[in-house]
């Protein structure tokens, strides 16, 4: 039996209140997620202290989103030469100067204020294994959002950053006694030379 024009006209008709069901469901679904959004945010329910962990959910995804955008972000970065014992040793100045506060040095305790970061900031010499030297590049030159990794290029040169780098690599190679030994000479001479 052929379809009628009436049975057509009808099944057209079904066809759009099942279509506008579906788009006002949806629609009612959006606006509930929304005004449940709104509610959690201005509750105040969500801890945001840096004493109290993170969600172990929100934790991993934090940790996923920054990974994935580090890789994409690095992945044309053009690294120099970083074999350069100048460049090593500049990196050392601004290591000494800037790095340790959150990173702690290299066979000393503890800061004050690595103490209270969170998330806590990586044992660079061990953590540098881990990165590219375009990853370790882009991290340092731009910082890293609610993490309390500062950028550093907007006082800091990309040769400067390059020098970091360059120390960076060298870092897991530095014994506790050989840092130190470099501090003390840094600290009488004005010059950060690695004697090792």
Known sequence: MLPTETTLAQAQGHGRRTLKTVAATVAALVAIFLAGALAFVYS??????????????????MVAVREQSIK???????????????????GFQN?????????NAPGAAPTEISKGLYPQA???AQSVTSRTNGE????????????????WEPSHSGDEIWAMVAFLRA?????????QAAV?????????????
């Open 184 to 196: 003390e000479y840094y600290e009488t001479t004005g010059k950060g030379e690695m004697r090792h």
């Open 72 to 90: 994409s972000q690095a992945r044309d970065v053009k690294v120099p030469e970083l074999d350069d014992p100048a460049k090593v040793h500049a």
């Open 136 to 151: 370790l590049y882009m991290i340092i030159k731009n910082g890293l959002k609610m993490s309390g990794m500062p950028a």
């Open 44 to 61: 105040g329910s969500f801890d945001v202290t840096a004493t109290n962990p993170h969600w172990n959910m929100t934790y991993r995804l």
């Open 122 to 124: 990586p044992n660079l």
């Open 171 to 179: 870092l897991p190679n530095i014994s506790d006694d050989e840092y």
């Open 95 to 103: 290591f000494h100067a800037m790095c340790v506060a959150c990173h």
